[in-house]
């Protein structure tokens, strides 16, 4: 079983270097918003990666997500890879909520939702604009064309277009 621990108590042992904290968020989630002393392993690799540091295998481990959900959803699993180890109560929801610091990248919408909005208003495009000029009903069957053959083939090209705008870049 994986211990809850506060915030404001996981803070203090995290400064006084007598924990490690591992998020186990995806890799974009962490990107966006992350706890500056946290170290990234997605849940879905975390059986591959040690979770000790080599110099210092007694610290104990501290265990967090968004809410706190997704890691009391994993706790046997991560109990037998971390025996002793503390889930942050609340997530990192509540460490941000305690006022503790965060890291936040401004980063823009999610691709697959730039997707759904993107393919959404041309389908919209089409229906309306068609009322106006019968031609353009066309582009609603061309994007829905589209989608039907991303989800059979698993390549979406206005995924590839939107990856490749200056907003979705990463800048180094």
């Known amino acids: 079983m994986l211990r809850p621990i506060a915030p404001e108590k996981a803070d203090a042992l995290l400064r006084a270097g007598e924990a490690r904290l591992i998020d186990i968020r995806d890799p974009e989630e962490f990107a966006r918003l992350s706890i500056p002393q946290a170290r990234l392993i997605p ?8 979770l000790k540091d080599e110099g210092a295998p007694e610290l104990p481990v501290i265990f967090t997500c968004r809410s706190g959900k997704r890691t009391a959803r994993a706790e046997q699993t991560l109990a037998r ?3 002793g180890a503390y889930q942050l109560d609340g997530g990192i929801s509540a460490w941000e909520r305690a006022g503790l610091p965060v890291e936040r990248a401004h980063m823009p919408l999610p691709l697959f939702r730039q997707i ?7 389908v919209l495009l089409g229906s309306l604009g068609g009322l106006f000029w019968p031609p353009l009903y066309w582009l609603s069957a061309f994007v829905g064309a589209g989608l039907v053959f991303a989800g059979t083939t698993g390549f979406c090209g206005l995924g590839v277009l939107l990856s490749r705008m200056p907003w979705n870049r990463t800048r180094l």
């Open 116 to 122: 759904q909005i993107g393919a959404g208003g041309l």
């Open 81 to 83: 890879l971390a025996p």
């Open 43 to 50: 849940l879905s690799v975390i059986g591959r990666h040690p």
